[in-house]
Nanobody
Framework: VQLQASGGGLVQAGGSLRLSCVAS????????MGWFRQAPGKEREVVAV????????DYSASVKGRFTISRDNAKNTVYLQMNSLRLEDTAVYYC??????????????????????WGQGTQVTVSS
């Protein structure tokens, strides 16, 4: 599986960005997807997860109400719409595909070990 993330950049606080991640290599529609992020000096953390059929989504407390994860299985793409960005959202953002098909767990219980394939990361920098 190959995951190609894009859409990062520099944005002012309060602004918006949309990240995209295109998957190739296996049947995308069978796998839950997640977005993670890693800020300098911090561990990588889960941001949002989406079930393989878009039937469920979940978010970390820090982004709930501001970020929206979605997917288009026809395009093998998962998105992360980020609104009302804050300085503390600055990080490298990674998309990831679940290790097993038809497996979903919420953001609060998701760990890196639940995901078997990772994108290369895209930098999001929020300035004041």
């Amino acid at each position: 599986v190959q995951l190609q993330a894009s859409g990062g950049g520099l944005v002012q606080a309060g602004g918006s960005l949309r990240l995209s991640c295109v998957a190739s290599g296996r049947t995308f529609s069978r796998y839950s997807m997640g977005w993670f992020r890693q800020a300098p000096g911090k561990e990588r953390e889960v941001v949002a997860v989406i079930k393989w059929d878009s039937g469920r989504t979940d978010y970390s407390a820090s982004v709930k109400g501001r970020f929206t994860i979605s997917r288009d299985n026809a395009k093998n793409t998962v998105y992360l719409q980020m609104n009302s960005l804050r300085l503390e959202d600055t990080a490298v953002y990674y998309c990831a595909e679940a290790k097993d098909p038809y497996y979903y767990t919420g953001a609060g219980s998701s760990t890196e070990s639940d995901f078997g394939s990772w994108g290369q990361g895209t930098q999001v920098t929020v300035s004041s």
